[in-house]
């Protein structure tokens, strides 16, 4: 079936040190169980052998996939890339991060489900995507360009075309540069802008003039009037309405106020959650959550705010990242950890917001460019910055970050904790599930999950028990958004919620369905969630010796209170990211692991999976393939 | 013959967000597929410089396309009730005259290369809640203007 409806049909295979490109047949990695995006790059990767190779290894793929509903009208628009990862601290493990806008949509019209990029160019390169016609292209004069410059050089006037690149940041191998697109939409954290650095590959163009079929056209219609015209997901605005003004960061208004030309956002969907700005001298273009995050340190400099994001989209740094940096620098000259003598060597001038008189330009221009350029000792994030620093400053460092090298963001349940325990990056978009079970009760008991106070990660919810429900159902459902593709921000539980006869996941099936014409009805479509779950387990445990050891989040979560909602620093008044939660009880969290290994059927002592759950799933050849690596209990 | 006016699709540039719904609602509601190349009508966006345009039929009262087709009447089509111009792709040989009569840039017919027929916006003459573009725009940017409010 697949290449007739909802898939492309094939894969571009890209090998830059040999020059060569060949399409592979999506077929060989079965989409109708690992669906698209990140179960499809997950399953490249098992195919690969999980090579135990370094990020910037000329053998690291880099691989970035559209799924089968990318392309059509609504919240679908992602790309998933997957790849080693630059950015995990201290190991280097294989993750994905995800990006919206165009391009995703762009390349499954050009014909491809996705894109694997192995080796390394001798020279700096471009991969030009136009429907068949598919060339490497010399990139040296796109070299060293910031990511908007690069965007123009490459688009021109062609406003449908697309580019996924990267900026100075990343040609220096910065572990915190981002992939961007032409709209300000970034595969975020992760590192992946400097695996491209590091295959000396600058960007990838893709044009296409064909469509995704559809195996049922005239039912579509009738979905698609769900989720755009009957708005079934409450006012039918985004989610999470990142185009307003938030209390407590007046910049941010004065911005909205001032500068906002129009709602945008992904190609094809009609939430647009997304606003472009046009500010006078500091440039034009879109901005929607994380670009914020200045705003609330700089709360008075408007103009600042948008130069921050600005500056960061050109030289393809990653704006959460940087929160955590800035946090960083806040509290340490706070406490006195850092003193103005300090900040003098580190170059960077004191402003404002901490205690100094530099303007937000001055001490942004100073922070950054040394960080693009590779100089600064933030130039590779911040748990890498920390052998520069004292033992004061460490301690200040671990209180702003989470697990694995990535800063604090949404555990305020005890299931968005052990979400982060699990995983191999920032669970935060998808611990949007166990966030809404937190705050909608009665939505947990429909979805059979705990709910209410039950879930929070504070010292006086004494019994987690329950809770490994919650985090078996939003983990499932995150491989599932990001293999269908469906954006996490429009596939909430609380989304499309009118029972008995809807519910998002009643719907991802419907859609799911009539775009393929594979029927999969709800318990199938999550077996399949499931599935790519195990399987990326079984990469975490074949190529990074994952056990149920690993299956934590960093100590000072069991130790002492903390910002468990992001990095900001817990007396600012920003109030939409500051939430003090925690300490975890850690023998309440090592008996929810139990719990969690239990009903998911790993194996309780090692944390490994099993051979009865692997062919359950039908992955006998997994479960195969771990037996003779001797990870298989 | 006096040829008779037709209603139109129109575009606020101010309220588009360039999402490109109403492309693929169109090309879904014509062709069965998404793809914006399918589309009738065109959104162009650029991102830094924050310019948007859209390119859809006017629906002319003097259509050239209509005029020059060889066919006219049974390729180049006028709609009795709505008045709209459209294609009958039954009759259309893909001669590509009313492309290159199209006094708009780019030209609002364009050529479907698998099928060799013109297509155009026939503001959905046969659906019954009008053109879906306009229907399916989330923010009020396209509107339907009936011929006689022209």
Not at chain 1, 312 to 339: D, H, R, W
Not at chain 2, 29 to 37: K, N
Not at chain 2, 59 to 70: A, F, G, K, L, W
Request: glycine share 10%; charged share 25%; net charge negative.
């Amino acid at each position: 079936m697949t290449g007739s409806y909802g898939w492309a049909g094939q894969i571009l295979w890209v090998d830059l040190t040999a020059g060569k490109i060949t399409k592979v047949p999506t077929a060989e990695y079965e989409p109708e169980k690992f669906i698209g995006g990140l179960g499809l790059n997950t399953r490249i990767f098992w195919s690969l052998g999980c090579p135990k190779v370094a990020a910037f290894d000329p053998a690291n793929p880099f691989i970035a996939s559209a799924g089968p509903l990318t392309g059509i009208v609504g919240p679908f628009q992602r790309g998933i890339i997957s790849s080693i990862s630059p950015q995990s601290y201290p190991d280097e493990l294989f993750s994905y991060s995800s990006f919206g806008g165009k391009w995703p949509a762009q390349l499954k019209y050009a014909g491809y489900d996705g894109v694997v990029v192995i080796g390394k160019a001798s020279k700096p390169v471009y991969l030009s995507i136009e429907d068949a016609d598919v060339q490497i292209e010399d990139a040296t004069d796109l070299w060293g360009l910031d990511t908007w410059a690069t965007g123009d050089e490459l688009l021109g006037k062609d406003t449908k075309a697309e580019s996924l690149c990267v900026g100075p940041a990343a040609e220096n191998l910065s572990r915190v540069a981002p992939v961007m697109t032409r709209t300000g939409n970034t595969a975020g954290q992760g590192g992946f802008g400097a695996v491209m650095g590091a295959k000396n590959l600058k960007a990838i163009r893709v044009r296409g003039t064909g469509g995704v079929q559809i195996a049922k056209p005239d039912k579509l219609m009738g979905l698609i009037r769900l989720i755009a015209k009957e708005k079934v997901d409450g006012s039918g605005e985004p989610a999470l309405d990142l185009r307003k003004p938030l209390a407590g960061n007046p910049a941010r208004g004065e911005l909205v106020k001032k500068y906002r030309t129009r709602f945008s956002g992904c190609y094809g969907c009609p939430y647009q959650c997304m606003a472009t700005y046009k500010v006078p001298g500091l440039g034009t273009g879109a901005a929607s959550c994380a670009q914020w995050n200045y705003g609330a340190f700089d709360s008075e400099d408007p103009d600042s705010v948008w130069e921050a994001n600005v500056l960061m989209q050109k030289l393809g740094l990653e704006n959460y990242s940087f929160e955590a940096i800035l946090s960083f620098l806040y509290l340490c000259k706070k406490e006195g950890v850092l003193t103005e003598a300090d900040f003098k060597e580190l170059g960077i001038p004191l402003c404002k917001f901490l205690g100094g008189q530099a303007s937000g330009h001055e001490f942004l221009a100073a922070l950054l460019r040394p960080m693009a350029e590779g100089r600064s000792v933030f130039s590779n994030g911040l748990p890498r910055a920390m052998e520069h620093f004292n033992k004061e400053a460490h301690n200040i460092y671990r209180s702003l970050y989470t697990a694995r090298g990535y800063s604090i963001h949404h555990h305020e349940t005890v299931g968005g904790a052990l979400h982060w325990a699990l995983d191999t990056r920032d669970t935060s978009p998808s611990a949007a599930d166990e966030m809404m079970f937190m705050i909608s009760p009665d939505i947990a008991q429909y979805f059979g999950v705990v709910g209410g106070a039950a879930t929070l990660n504070q010292p006086d919810n004494t019994d987690y028990d329950g809770n490994e429900r919650n985090v078996a159902f939003s983990v499932k459902h995150q491989m599932l958004r990001n293999s269908l593709t469906w954006c996490e921000w429009h596939s909430k539980p609380t989304s499309f919620f009118k029972p008995p006869d809807m519910d998002i996941r009643v719907l991802e099936s419907q859609f799911f369905s009539t775009v393929t014409g594979v029927e999969k009805d709800v318990d199938e479509l999550w077996r399949a969630g499931e599935a790519i779950w195990n399987l990326r387990r079984a990469v975490m445990v074949k190529r990074e010796n994952r056990t149920r050891n690993e299956d934590t989040i960093d100590d000072i979560h069991f130790e002492q209170q903390t910002n468990i909602a992001t990095t900001l620093p817990l007396d600012f008044k920003f109030g939409f990211g500051i939430r003090r939660g925690g300490p975890l009880d850690r023998a309440r969290f090592e008996r929810l692991k139990d719990g969690y290994y239990k009903l998911v059927g790993w194996d309780v002592n090692t944390g490994w999976l099993t051979r009865t759950k692997l062919e359950e799933l039908g992955m006998k050849d997994v479960a195969d393939g771990l037996a003779r690596a001797g990870k298989l209990p | 013959m006096d040829i008779p006016k037709s209603g139109a699709v129109i575009w606020k540039g101010q309220l588009c967000t360039a999402c490109g719904t109403c492309e693929l609602m169109c090309s879904l509601y014509h062709d069965g597929v998404a793809s914006p190349a399918r589309s009738r009508l065109q959104i162009t966006y650029h991102p830094f410089k924050d310019i948007v345009d859209c390119h859809v039929c006017q629906q002319c009262d003097s259509p050239t396309c209509y005029s020059t087709c060889p066919l006219a009447n049974d390729a180049l089509c006028i709609d009795e009730l709505s008045g709209a111009r459209y294609i009958n792709e039954e009759a259309c040989t893909g001669c590509e005259s009313c492309i290159d009569a199209c006094t708009f840039d780019p030209p609002n017919v364009r050529l479907n290369d698998e099928k060799s027929v013109a297509f155009k916006c026939d503001l959905c003459r046969d659906r019954a809640g009008g053109p879906i573009c306009v229907e399916y725009c989330a923010y009020g940017a396209l509107q339907f203007v009936a011929k006689d409010q022209r």
